[in-house]
């Protein structure tokens, strides 16, 4: 497969990516099994870009069951140096409302039972990752060209195991840790990037207040507003990816 060097993986309302111009999917097997969906080259604003559907196409896979190695090695196998991974997210955050982006600084991991590592056994090297920043450099990059359109450069991301969303009681854990954010997906995909050698950043979209912060109902704030946020990460997509690829 030609190789195009930076990937983006599509999120919770991402299987259409406003702007992108598909060409041939790949359907490939890793030494993992196969990812979510075929590898899908094509063109972003221009820029040579592979897709890949995190939950599938039709978004089947709920976040615990998606193999997380098979995407990763997917794109690492390709050639892939950079990965933007676009992410669904609760906001513990003021200044981080439904339908506004950011770039998260750093995540806790709250998720348990999935296979976070290819450092397993059969001989692997072991790999003991420094993981002080998940997200840099790449996260400086996209910040050095991006629009100011309602971004919001920080914050902790605390990645729950889902597929249920969090108690109130919950969020005002991640609150006391430190987290301004909640996804689900976010690890072990950034953990995995490292080891294979991929710099990786997530843009979180936001598109619901964290459980007991908002005052509507949560799935109807979801849907009001993920398509703000998707258009959003379409006009950040086409400023940054250009800048990227050189
Ligand atoms: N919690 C966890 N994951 C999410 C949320 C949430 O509130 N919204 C979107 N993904």
């Not at 870009?49 to 193999?67: C, D, E, K, Q």
């Not at 920043?133 to 971004?151: Q, V």
């Amino acid at each position: 497969m030609p190789g195009a060097t930076l990937a983006v993986i599509g999120g919770t309302a991402m299987n259409r990516w406003p702007g992108f111009e598909p060409g041939t999917a790949h359907a490939v097997e890793t030494a993992w099994g196969a990812p979510s969906a075929p590898l899908v080259e094509g063109r972003f604003a221009g820029t040579p870009a592979v897709f890949l559907a995190r939950h599938g196409i039709g978004h089947h896979l709920p976040p615990h069951r998606i193999n997380f190695r098979a995407n990763m090695q997917a794109l690492a196998d390709i050639g892939v140096q950079r990965v933007i991974a676009i992410a669904a997210v609760g906001s513990m955050l003021e200044g981080f409302p439904p339908g506004a982006i950011a770039l998260p600084e750093d995540c806790i991991d709250y998720t348990s039972g999935r296979a976070q590592t290819i450092s397993d056994g059969n001989g692997a090297d072991l790999l003991h990752i420094d993981f002080t920043a998940p997200f840099d450099p790449l996260r400086e990059r996209i910040l050095a060209s991006a629009p100011d359109d309602g971004l919001h450069a920080g914050g902790v991301l605390g990645v729950t195991q889902g597929p249920r969303l969090e108690t109130a009681a919950e969020v005002r854990r991640l609150v006391r840790d430190g987290c301004g954010m909640v996804g689900m997906t976010t690890m072990p995909e950034a953990a995995l990037a490292r080891e294979l050698g991929m710099e990786y950043a997530v843009v979180a979209v936001c598109v619901n207040w964290a459980a007991g912060m908002g005052s509507g109902d949560i799935h109807a704030e979801i849907e009001a507003s993920a398509a703000r946020g998707m258009a959003r990460v379409g006009n950040l997509l086409s400023a940054v990816l250009p800048r990227l690829s050189r």
